[in-house]
Antibody, heavy 119, light 107 residues
Framework: EVQLVESGGALVHPGGSVRLSCAAS????????MQWVRQGPGKGLEWVSL????????HYGESVRGRFTISRDNSKNSLYLEMNSLRTEDTGLYFC????????????WGQGTLVTVSS | EIVLTQSPEFQSVTPKEKVTITCRAS??????LHWYQQKPNQSPELVIK???PPSSGVPSRFRASGFGTDFTLTINSVEPEDAATYYC?????????FGQGTKLEIE
């Protein structure tokens, strides 16, 4: 059974930083691209970032490009999201998502970790 | 950047009615359009990928169609358990994106 467990969510001041982690199990982690998707309070889903299986390619949504960095450690079956220069509009639930293959659609989601950016 | 626009944003129906949700892309996404269901306080779940038959565990009353810029999710004979918000999602090019969502209420 695929399991994705996020951690690292926190209350952060505007301009601050936070690093999210995702522990993956139940599948061969380094066979798949991975993604982050977020959801603001009472809002819809927003695609954030994707990393290929080997970490060589990364892609970002317009609103986070240049501030967020996605990475992975295949030896630890773990995915990360480094979030810098945080803004209040970055507040939300951040989902770790398994891609179906090399950059297609999400097929499994974690439960999410909450990031709150507030002064 | 491709933008997805769903309609309607909210729909209220009674059980056994047929529901149609549309998703329009600002440019062609070919067949790379997928649908997700999110119930309150739950993570999203994949309903249909690439317009193919429903994913494993999804009832056969869910159907998707479309290609290019215009897509439809149809729920035949809707049931109370289908109350949720539905999102379309494209993976045609980067950045990927979601539609704004359609909240489906079952009276």
């Amino acid at each position: 059974e695929v399991q994705l467990v996020e951690s690292g969510g926190a209350l952060v001041h505007p301009g601050g930083s936070v690093r999210l982690s995702c522990a993956a199990s139940g599948f061969t982690f380094d066979d798949y691209a991975m993604q982050w998707v977020r959801q603001g309070p009472g809002k819809g889903l927003e695609w954030v970032s994707l990393i290929t299986w080997d970490g060589r390619e990364t892609h970002y949504g317009e609103s986070v490009r240049g501030r967020f960095t996605i990475s992975r450690d295949n030896s630890k079956n773990s995915l990360y999201l480094e979030m810098n220069s945080l803004r209040t509009e970055d507040t939300g639930l951040y989902f770790c998502v398994k891609d179906n293959s090399g950059g297609s659609y999400p097929d499994h989601w974690g439960q999410g970790t909450l990031v709150t950016v507030s002064s | 950047e491709i933008v997805l626009t769903q309609s309607p944003e909210f729909q209220s129906v009674t059980p056994k009615e047929k529901v149609t949700i549309t998703c329009r892309a600002s440019e062609s996404v070919y067949s790379s359009l997928h649908w997700y269901q999110q119930k309150p306080n739950q993570s999203p779940e994949l309903v249909i990928k690439y317009g193919s038959p429903p994913s494993s565990g999804v009832p056969s009353r869910f159907r998707a169609s479309g290609f290019g810029t215009d897509f439809t999710l149809t729920i035949n004979s809707v049931e109370p358990e289908d109350a949720a918000t539905y999102y379309c999602h494209h993976s045609a090019s980067f950045p990927h994106a979601f539609g704004q969502g359609t909240k489906l209420e079952i009276e």
